[in-house]
């Protein structure tokens, strides 16, 4: 999945709902410049409940523009998973 993110945003919501949270999934962002920024897992934000909530914001400056690029893995998924994947810019 991608996003593409313009000039002068301060900061990206990434939010990835898939609910059930007997299955595990995780979220690996990449920057436009292709470096990954990290994987997160349910666990991420404190919480498990079948959701990652990530807020990107760099120490200084704005969000690199470009097209930031997504990758969700199924860590642990008995039979198939559907989710919601969003991206707010601000």
Do not use: C
């Amino acid at each position: 999945m991608y996003t593409d993110v313009g000039t002068g945003v301060n900061w990206l919501e990434v939010d990835l709902n898939w609910g059930n949270q007997a299955n595990s999934l995780s979220l690996t962002k990449y920057k436009p410049s292709g470096s990954s920024i990290g994987t997160y897992y349910d666990s991420s934000d404190g919480v498990i409940d079948g959701r990652i909530h990530i807020d990107v914001v760099p120490s200084q400056g704005y969000v690199e523009s470009g097209q930031w690029k997504y990758k969700v893995y199924g860590v642990s998924v008995v039979g198939t998973e559907d989710y919601t994947f969003n991206v707010a810019q601000h």
